[in-house]
């Protein structure tokens, strides 16, 4: 099965990281957001992203130190697309050549943002053609109000809880871990418990059970994770 692909947003400005998020979120992608290089390099080494989308101007560090440390710490460094809002930033990435996959300036309109890349993920990974689209059928993701309806029904929906069902949808059948789960729905990793899962899981299936009693479509996979039927 084709994995969701996973992107990270190293950049310091909220409304700009917002604004990416919801359009590729909306496109099928997972994102996750960091406005720090330092929490964006801990995010790429835990996340495996298959694509940055990297600041240059951030508060800690620049971009280009980060896309340095990037090349040099990963195993397989992940694609490159840096945000610049300063010509004489589009200059450097062009003429140091470092190797990044694309630019874009700001400001972008998420459209662009979505179809550059699209580009990046196709040359960089030429057997993925497209990302699994969410399941329209029984859900229905709205990700800019944080919701989810079920069978037509809106689920109320805890941050958490929204985030692990858009996860379990966007990849049906897929069994995931519940250290995956962690990693992917939440953002502090000291606050990260096993058994918070279990207990959001449980708490998603009471809420699915109100709109369709007995009908478990959350799969419990003993000693491993969880699944969506
Ligand atoms: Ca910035």
């Known amino acids: 099965m084709t994995e969701a692909r996973v992107i990270l947003v190293i950049e310091d400005e909220a409304a700009i990281a ?6 590729l979120s909306t496109d099928g992608f997972q994102t996750h ?12 080494r ?12 951030l508060p800690d560090t620049n971009g280009f130190e980060i896309f340095r440390r990037l090349q040099t710490q990963l195993e397989t460094p992940p694609a490159v697309i840096f945000l610049t809002a300063r010509s004489e930033e589009i200059d450097r990435i062009v003429g140091l050549e470092l190797g990044a996959d694309d630019y874009i300036s700001k400001p972008f309109s998420p459209r662009e943002l979505c179809a550059r890349v699209r580009a990046v993920l196709r040359r960089s990974q030429p057997n993925i ?11 229905k993701i709205i990700a800019e109000r944080f919701e989810i309806h079920y069978h037509g029904m809106p689920l109320l929906l805890t941050l958490h809880e929204f985030r692990l069902l858009q996860t379990l949808i966007q990849q049906p059948q897929r069994v995931f871990s519940r250290e995956e789960l962690l ?3 939440w953002d502090a990793p000291e606050h990260r418990l096993d058994r918070a899962i279990d207990t959001h899981i449980k708490t998603l299936r009471a809420k699915l059970f ?3 009693p007995g009908d478990d479509v959350i799969r419990t996979h003993r000693g491993i994770g969880y699944s969506l039927q």
């Open 33 to 44: 957001w960091r406005s720090t290089g330092h929490e964006g390099i801990e995010c790429a």
């Open 129 to 139: 053609t497209e990302p699994p689209r969410p399941e329209q059928t029984r859900f």
């Open 18 to 23: 917002e604004t990416i998020c919801y359009a």
């Open 46 to 57: 835990t996340l495996y992203p298959q694509l940055i989308l990297l600041d240059i101007g």
């Open 210 to 212: 109100t709109v369709r």
């Open 183 to 185: 990693s992917r729905c």
